[in-house]
């Protein structure tokens, strides 16, 4: 049974730093395409981040066009861990931030199997 489970979210003033991170199991993560979404209320789940595995020590990562700049994200295949960190947060940042699992590396939803439970992330201005 493939879980993501993620943490690390909360509450921050703008200009603030979170780092989240999300735990796979049940899956061989090495493998995987590991994405970060977000959806604010009443909108439609958008594409945060994505890092692929390329073998070696080689990766690749996206961002939106939003956060880039601002948000890094990283993994640890010894940990089976992907993480965000996010810096120079804004009030428009605020949303419930999910990870998924998927083979492709797009961005978009569908390209992605395995979906966390979400972890809230509110800026205050």
């Known amino acids: 049974q493939v879980q993501l489970v993620e943490s690390g979210g909360g509450l921050v003033q703008a200009g603030g730093s979170l780092r989240l991170s999300c735990a796979a199991s049940?899956?061989?993560?090495?493998?995987?395409?590991m994405g970060w979404f977000r959806q604010a209320p009443e909108k439609e789940r958008e594409f945060v981040a994505v890092?692929?595995?390329?073998?070696?020590?080689?990766?690749?990562?996206g961002y939106a066009d939003s956060v880039k700049g601002r948000f890094t994200i990283s993994r640890d295949n010894a940990k089976n861990t992907v993480y965000l960190q996010m810096n120079s947060l804004k009030p428009e940042d605020t949303a419930v931030y999910y990870c998924?699992?998927?083979?492709?590396?797009?961005?978009?939803?569908?390209?992605?199997?395995?979906w966390g439970q979400g972890t809230q992330v509110t800026v205050s201005s």
């Open positions: 998924a699992a998927g083979r492709s590396g797009r961005s978009s939803p569908g390209a992605y199997g395995y």
């Open positions: 049940g899956l061989t993560f090495s493998t995987y395409a």
């Open positions: 890092i692929t595995w390329s073998g070696g020590r080689t990766y690749y990562s």
